[in-house]
């Protein structure tokens, strides 16, 4: 079964025809979207399975649509680093299913609009996969457009007062860093007369000028690190995913910043076969941008009282690790970046589902006026609390590996100094992790009908504490994500010579 | 002093800018890499492998087949996305009935402005020519420049034109609800669909057949994927505009 050539097209295709047809089949209901996207995602997952699966025993492999060898069509490359649909199907199936009953209960929101909200998800799920596993540039930015333009109508989808605004601001920025990807695929076209990723990194090595190729690099840099939120062009990202629904919250944190990464991921694939530049001096603006990233998303987390906010601000400070990761450019911190795109996506979709819980049954989403919740909805808090240590990098849990193989990385790069600032972050993050917990748990309530409200219902308590669960199991069997990426990450890093 | 500094901003901005595009190969240049690399292959062979007269229309479909497709779709999560920003408390009922006395309701409400009856004439009088130029440039686009984007576009405006002189009333009869959805996504499914049967024909999605004897089959397909982008367009086009004139 794993062999069969087309699981790339379909995994790529299912979500976007299953978007298309979520009108048609709530023509009669509404209702029936929710299960329409459900069953659309639990097809995708399938695909996605068996790709991971063929991946893992034989390498990575193309699928070419139409027929056409590259470079004359388009090449759909699969390898180690687009193993992420992995986790972008259990995340937007866990958030579709969350959906159901989050998106009824928002008061501010016509019931009418509730089917196109499963179409746009569906549509951001599908141009996410499909962005990770094209190996063209231009394919590259049709995707990244599709995700796009769902995500921030998402954001919008919220209904509350300020997400109009939000939106706007995300759509803003992300209509600059679109253009910048897309100008810089017309340089890179200009100079090469190829979009295929694997032709590119071939022919920009036979150059004269490098001018227009640094261009394109520096350009496509700052374009996915605008989707990816790292400092200074993080501004756009605390205000869309604290006021989004909260499963798409998870889907936005988890998943859609990591598009950027994987982005920049590719550009480096490109530009380090090519050999054509240096590029240490990207990297070390990487790792330093990362490091402000670390510390200030942690430090501005400490202050906020809105419990998502706070989430929004941690997602800025550890898309810093991962970046700082890349940018040390060793094999561990390579690795360590890598398998965090991964675990913070199952972290950071735990704390949020969990969050937007609370929020579903106390209508309340401060941590002042949410003191005292551990006693009345102890299962969610339980997931808070695992989602807490993970994200803080404690052991046995889905964040320490990852932090550890980048602070190794850093000596490993004889450049300490980022270790340490890495471990600092850490405290931080840990100082506002434990101020969340004692207000849940050792606080006496402001509201004394908190204690009285029920644990949150089925749909939405399962997937919280699925992903929970998955914080810890991710922690325990942590080595196999590690030696999975690593051919990958050789791979990367294999024209440095290291 | 804001002002002197957005202006050192956008200078320091524009010399990294303006030095690597300077180092680009000169335009209309035949030796650059933009004409001798892939392009040359789509220009010296396009017209027999590809299947098209016009080579934009085989690296649109053929060549390119699935950047079409993630564009057609970017089309349609932008319906997607305005329709879950736009529509309000106040209407879009459920079932059939009940949507039907939601227009009468609105059609007894005198809220069009009134349209002179200079270009209400001249618009009734130019719409089959325009339908007809619309069907014309759909159809010819893998000879001519033009295609299913282009003529949807002028299916849309027609859309649009007729029901400012017409109401809504009239245009709505060829947007029947149960078709709606069908008609908005008419780009992706014709996609899908002809993707499916090339995958049948030779083995990839979205191939297309390259023998003679399917010659016929090859121009089929193309004809029915520009007559699905064009219908996908066109209902897009008009889906916002109606959506937008309802609020």
Same mark, same amino acid.
Request: without cysteine; charged residues 15%; glycine residues 10%.
């Given at each position: 079964m794993a062999a069969w050539p087309h699981w790339l097209p379909l995994v790529v295709l299912a979500p976007l025809l299953g978007a298309v047809f979520t009108p048609v089949v709530s023509l009669r209901s509404r209702h029936v979207a929710p299960w329409w996207a459900l069953a659309v995602m639990s097809a995708t997952s399938v695909a996605a399975l068996f790709l991971v699966l063929r991946v893992a025993s034989e390498g990575p492999f193309s699928y070419l649509p139409g027929g056409w060898q590259p470079p004359y069509g388009i090449e759909l490359r699969f390898d180690e680093f687009s193993a992420v649909i992995s986790v972008i199907c259990l995340i937007g199936w866990l958030a579709v299913l969350y959906s159901l009953r989050y998106t009824e209960w928002l008061r501010e929101v016509p019931k009418q609009r509730i089917p196109y909200y499963y179409a746009l998800l569906l549509l951001n799920l599908g141009g996410m996969i499909g962005f990770v596993v094209t190996g063209d540039l231009f394919n590259l930015f049709v995707f990244l457009e599709i995700l796009s333009l769902s995500a921030y109508a998402l954001v919008a989808f &919220?209904? #509350? @007062? +300020?997400a109009e605004m939000a939106a706007f601001k995300y759509l803003l920025m992300g209509a600059i860093s679109s253009l910048l990807v897309l100008f810089s695929v017309g340089i890179i076209f200009g100079i090469t007369g190829s979009l295929n990723m694997a032709d590119v990194a071939t022919r920009i090595g036979? *150059?004269? &000028?490098a001018a227009p190729a640094a261009l394109a690099l520096a350009m496509l840099a700052i374009g996915f690190m605008v989707k990816a939120a790292v400092f200074p062009v993080h501004i756009w990202l605390p205000d869309a995913h604290a006021i989004a629904p909260s499963p798409i919250s998870a889907v936005l944190s988890g998943l859609v910043v990591k598009v950027g990464i994987i982005g920049l991921i590719r550009v480096y694939q490109i530009y380090y076969a090519a050999g054509v530049l240096d590029l240490h001096t990207l990297n070390q603006v990487l790792v330093w941008l990362g490091a402000i990233s670390i510390v200030m998303g942690a430090f501005f987390a400490i202050f906020q009282d809105d419990i998502k906010l706070m989430l929004a601000y941690s997602t800025i400070s550890n898309v810093g690790y991962i970046v700082m990761g890349l940018g040390l450019s060793t094999n561990f911190s390579v690795i360590g970046g890598s398998v965090h795109v991964f675990n913070h996506a199952l972290i950071k979709a735990t704390l949020f589902l969990a969050a937007g819980a609370l929020i579903y049954r106390t209508g309340y989403r401060t941590l002042t006026d949410l003191r005292g919740i551990g006693r009345s909805m102890p299962l969610t808090c339980i997931a808070i609390s695992i989602g807490a240590i993970s994200i803080v990098g +404690?052991?046995?849990?889905?964040?320490?590996l990852c932090k550890w193989y980048i602070a190794l990385g850093a000596f490993e790069a004889d450049q300490p100094f980022f270790g340490f600032a890495l471990i600092f972050g850490a405290l931080f993050i840990f100082i506002y992790y434990i101020r969340m917990v004692n207000a849940f748990y050792f606080q006496a309530p402001v @509201?004394? #009908? +908190? *204690?009285e409200v029920a644990e949150a219902p089925l749909s939405m308590l399962a997937p919280t504490l699925l992903l929970a669960s998955l914080c810890l199991i991710m922690g325990i069997l942590g080595r196999i994500p590690l030696a999975f990426i690593e051919p990958a990450a050789a791979r990367l890093l294999a024209p440095l010579g290291g | 002093m804001k002002k002197a500094f957005v202006a050192a901003l956008l200078i320091l901005t524009a010399m990294p800018l303006l030095i690597g595009v300077a180092a680009l190969p000169p335009h209309g240049d035949p030796d650059t890499p933009v004409h001798t690399h892939i392009s040359a292959r789509y220009l010296e062979e396009g017209r027999e492998e590809a299947g098209a007269d016009n080579i934009v229309t085989g690296v649109l479909l053929n060549y390119r087949g699935l950047d079409t497709a993630g564009e057609v779709t970017v089309i349609f999560t932008a319906l997607m996305a305005g329709l879950a920003v736009l529509i309000s408390h106040k209407k879009q009922p459920e079932g059939d009935a009940a949507y039907d006395a939601a227009e009468a309701a609105a059609e007894d409400a005198p809220v069009r402005a009134p349209v002179s009856p200079v270009v209400s004439f001249v618009v009734r009088l130019l719409a089959p020519f325009i339908a007809l130029f619309a069907v014309y440039v759909i159809v010819n686009g893998h000879v001519t420049p033009g295609g299913g984007f282009q003529g949807g576009a002028i299916l849309g405006a027609l859309f649009i034109a007729l029901t400012i002189v017409l109401g809504r009333e009239r245009t709505r009869t060829l947007m029947p609800r149960l078709a709606q959805p069908w008609m908005q996504g008419a780009a992706l499914l014709t996609f899908v669909g002809v993707g499916i049967v090339g995958g049948a024909l030779t083995g990839y999605f979205l191939g297309f057949p390259a023998d003679a004897s399917l010659h016929l089959a090859r121009k089929l397909m193309m004809l029915v994927l520009e007559a699905g982008i064009g219908l996908g367009g066109a209902a897009v086009f008009a889906t916002l505009f109606l959506q937008m004139e309802a609020e």
């Open positions: &919220s209904g #509350e @007062h +300020i036979q *150059l004269d &000028s +404690i052991p046995p849990t889905a964040g320490f @509201h004394p #009908e +908190i *204690l | -």
